[in-house]
């Protein structure tokens, strides 16, 4: 079985043939996605539920990114049933 690397990691190994540029904002984003999941943790136990979904996509250079928002529910909510997954978005 193939260890589970984190983000940090897996962007760290997918980057060995970017520029430091590249390099610099890959890190930027897995930095950024750590604190954003670090707070969707304080949240919750906080007592809202949060869900993260596309809002949008970045065209430019021929690449693309996902933009994101966040779906905030106060208070007591059910879980989102199965066909609402997030690998459905």
Not at 34 to 58: C, K, P
Not at 66 to 77: E, K, Q, R, S
């Amino acid at each position: 079985m193939t260890p589970k690397l984190n983000v940090k990691e897996r962007a760290e190994a997918q980057s060995g043939e970017m520029s430091a540029e590249q390099q610099a904002a890959i890190r930027m984003v897995a930095n950024d996605l750590h604190r954003l999941n670090q707070a969707v943790m304080r949240a919750v136990d906080a007592g809202v539920s949060v869900e993260i979904i596309r809002s949008a996509r970045h065209h430019g250079g021929g690449k693309w990114g996902d933009l994101l928002t966040p779906i905030i529910i106060a208070g007591a909510a059910a879980a989102p049933a199965p066909e609402e997954n997030l690998s459905a978005h």
